[in-house]
């Protein structure tokens, strides 16, 4: 498609009052707020030499920890020419996987480290409007604002930070003309399970030696609970399940009032029987034991387990 047939078409839709799609909106933003020509030939800007050192340095614990999954999903689309690549929040390329054959075509694509692939820099793309709308999202060839970009598929799925925000965004990208958009569709599946491992493994190091608890249907809808049972931090996924804010830091509470599981004992009582609770289940059972670790006699803890409704078996 050439340049202008393509800008033409751009800057229509973006003026008609009734399209309320949110391609249309990505190309909005793009023109009026970025005030970008779709016609232009704007090549990405690139951090390189320090400036790229510094902001990988900036990611990298995050970074160590997504390599692997990355590495992964690669695996799987390499074969079809995809590149893999992950940005910061602000779209600027950290890191990228591309087979040896495929690496010169992307980077005439400009899909190499350092560069910004934010929406105000490139327009409506996968990367930047992934980050732009929170979402994961499919901007297949000709969706692309800049008629320079059209030749590209790009999938997307922003990757959430321990308090819920969005800190990256994982893009798989192809340039072949035979791309089509189910393969898309079923790229897309493997790039959000992906994004979703990547969140889950980098929230677990963000808590390290507290007690993770699934709170929903899916595995990465995790909860970070410290050693007194309060829970401290929770996952895009469990604060979905759980009607929590979207974003910031989880004020600390009960994992029992958390999860909305109620009994008839309340303060101190409750708090007893947990204690006791672990403490007969480290013994095997063993009341004597289990007594004598919580520095209580045989008889009192029978007392105690009788008033807290704990089975004596």
């Given at each position: 498609m050439a340049a202008r047939p393509h800008a033409d078409r751009v800057m229509e839709r973006t003026q008609a009052a009734d399209d309320l799609s949110a391609l249309t909106s990505s190309w909005r933003r793009s023109a009026v707020k970025h005030g970008l020509d779709p016609a232009a030939p704007l090549r990405p800007q690139r951090?390189?030499?320090?400036?790229?050192?510094?902001?990988?340095?900036?990611?990298?614990?995050?970074?160590?920890?997504?390599?692997?999954?990355?590495?992964?999903?690669?695996?799987?689309v390499r074969a079809s020419g995809c590149s893999v690549v992950l940005t910061d929040a602000d779209g600027i390329i950290l890191d990228r996987r591309v087979s040896?054959?495929?690496?010169?075509?992307?980077?005439?694509?400009?899909l190499t480290p350092g560069a910004d692939w934010s929406e105000a820099a490139q327009g409506t793309n996968g990367v930047g409007t992934c980050l732009a709308e929170g979402r994961q999202v499919i901007i297949h060839r000709?969706?692309?604002?800049?008629?320079?970009?059209?030749?590209?598929?790009?999938?997307?799925?922003?990757?959430?930070?321990?308090?819920?925000?969005?800190?990256?965004?994982?893009?798989?990208?192809s340039a072949?003309?035979?791309?089509?958009?189910?393969?898309?569709?079923?790229?897309?599946?493997?790039?959000?399970?992906?994004?979703?491992q990547i969140e889950a493994a980098?929230?677990?190091?963000?808590?390290?030696?507290?007690?993770?608890?699934?709170?929903?249907?899916?595995?990465?809808?995790l909860v970070a609970v410290d050693r007194d049972d309060l829970a401290i931090g929770a996952t895009r996924d469990a604060r979905r399940a759980l009607g929590l804010?979207?974003?910031?830091?989880?004020?600390?509470?009960?994992?029992?009032?958390?999860?909305?599981?109620?009994?008839?004992?309340?303060?101190?009582?409750?708090?007893?029987?947990?204690?006791?609770?672990?403490?007969?289940?480290?013994?095997?059972?063993?009341?004597?034991?289990?007594?004598?670790a919580l520095g209580v006699g045989r008889a009192t803890l029978y007392r105690k387990m009788t008033r807290l409704g704990l089975d004596a078996r």
């Open positions: 951090l390189t030499g320090q400036d790229l050192s510094d902001r990988r340095a900036m990611a990298g614990g995050f970074l160590s920890v997504a390599a692997p999954r990355i590495e992964a999903l690669h695996g799987l040896e054959a495929d690496a010169e075509a992307f980077d005439r694509w400009d000709d969706e692309h604002f800049l008629s320079r970009n059209t030749g590209m598929s790009c999938i997307d799925a922003p990757i959430h930070g321990p308090e819920g925000q969005v800190i990256a965004a994982l893009d798989v990208s072949r003309a035979d791309q089509t958009e189910h393969i898309n569709a079923l790229i897309a599946a493997m790039v959000g399970q992906t994004a979703r980098w929230f677990r190091a963000a808590f390290p030696g507290a007690r993770m608890v699934v709170a929903g249907e899916a595995a990465e809808a804010p979207r974003t910031g830091a989880l004020t600390p509470r009960p994992l029992a009032d958390l999860l909305g599981r109620e009994d008839e004992l309340t303060g101190f009582d409750r708090a007893e029987r947990a204690a006791v609770t672990r403490a007969l289940a480290r013994s095997g059972g063993n009341v004597t034991a289990a007594a004598r």
